[in-house]
């Protein structure tokens, strides 16, 4: 009985010493890491002082399951409805539209690996998915899908898709090669309007001007078009804005660019380096003091508190950073997964809510 009671007494000390200083909440499913924190997505309703595990799985069975093995590559929240969530993953496409309280798998793309996602803006119910070398469509809020754009190159991924919310016929993507594509007709038909010989990222449209667009490659730097894909800031040295970013050793090996929803032309990129910020559209860049020594943060994710930009967070394999002072100073918090912290979401309501997802360590 004695050593009954040390034995449990061991195993909550060291469940005390894995948490730090986060609370986590977990349920019961079908996590393959025995042993390990789950994956899948995290929640916070207290700006990050403790996370509570969100992955539960809707099943005709009724059974206790959860995505906590999934690798989660996007979140994205209904630019009109804040409880609809939608998530890219390893292993398909999975909707919540109570907020992540529970999950539903999309059958039509089964466990294919889901790349990227874009909502309509002005239809809820129409929505982009890029999935290896396709772009698939949806009109009717799931129910059916459609192919509507096809690359048959060999070993191409297409990367990005995004829609903007002033004309809704535009549509842009990306793929692995570096294409950036436009539609003007909703995704009929696609024309290539740049290429960059380097795998696109990101595509960020500018929160103030939907014609200034942003595509952040792997490791070539940023491009910009201020026309809607007319005219490129790399086609002329005094709008080339990766000349800001040559002081900054391997700043162009990209991680993730966000945009500062308070103030015009402010953006934060996560690169390499570290942590830069723009405050002028990327013409000239600042780097932000981190804990870390420069270069040796890998940094995966990257948010700031739409309501107040002196708030900052970002993730990395272990570690969730947070600044309340702009990036002067950080606290620190222990990882509530055994991934990486992949995606940060904050809500744009109510920003004191935040979403993690996680991803499997390549090992």
């Not at 089964?110 to 949806?138: E, M, R, W």
């Not at 002329?236 to 040559?246: A, C, R, S, V, Y």
Request: aromatic share 12%.
């Amino acid at each position: 009985m004695l050593k009954k009671f040390f034995l449990v007494l061991i195993f909550v000390l060291i469940t005390f010493l894995l948490a730090g200083c986060i609370t986590i909440k977990t349920i019961p499913g079908n996590t393959k890491a025995s042993g390990t924190l789950p994956l899948g997505i995290f929640k916070s309703d207290n700006g990050s002082a403790s996370w509570e595990f969100k992955s539960s799985l809707l099943n005709a069975e009724g059974k206790p399951l959860t995505i906590g093995d999934v690798s989660v590559k996007q979140i994205i929240m209904d630019p009109n409805d804040n409880a609809a969530l939608y998530l890219a993953t390893d292993k398909g496409l999975f909707y919540s539209y109570t907020a992540a309280e529970s999950w539903q798998q999309l059958p039509f793309f089964g466990s294919v690996p889901i790349n990227n996602i874009a909502v309509d803006h002005f239809n809820k119910c129409n929505i982009f998915v890029t999935a290896g070398q396709s772009i698939y469509k949806t009109t009717d809020c799931l129910r059916t899908w459609q192919e509507v754009y096809f690359d048959k190159r060999p070993n191409l991924q297409i990367t990005n898709v995004t829609t903007e919310d002033y004309n809704k016929n535009f549509v842009y993507a990306a793929n692995s090669f570096g294409d950036i594509l436009k539609s003007l007709d909703y995704g009929k038909t696609w024309q290539i309007i740049k290429r960059l010989n380097n795998a696109v990222k990101q595509i960020l449209v500018d929160k103030d001007d939907t014609r200034i667009i942003y595509f952040a490659t792997e490791s070539a730097g940023i491009f910009k078009t201020i026309d809607g894909g007319k005219t490129w800031s790399d086609e002329k040295p005094e709008t080339d804005i990766n000349k800001g970013l040559d002081p900054f050793y391997d700043a162009k090996s990209f991680k993730y660019l966000v945009q500062d929803q308070t103030q015009k032309n402010t953006f934060v990129l996560a690169c390499q380096y570290g942590l830069l910020k723009t405050i002028n559209g990327g013409l000239n860049w600042d780097s932000i003091p981190l804990i870390t020594p420069e270069r040796t943060a890998n940094i995966y994710s990257l948010a700031i508190d739409p309501k107040d930009n002196k708030l900052i967070y970002y993730g990395t394999e272990s570690t969730f950073y947070k600044s309340a002072d702009g990036g002067k100073n950080w606290a620190t918090q222990k990882s509530p997964t055994s991934g990486a912290i992949n995606i940060l979401l904050i809500d744009s309501d109510n920003s004191k809510i935040i979403y993690l997802g996680a991803k499997a360590i390549k090992k």
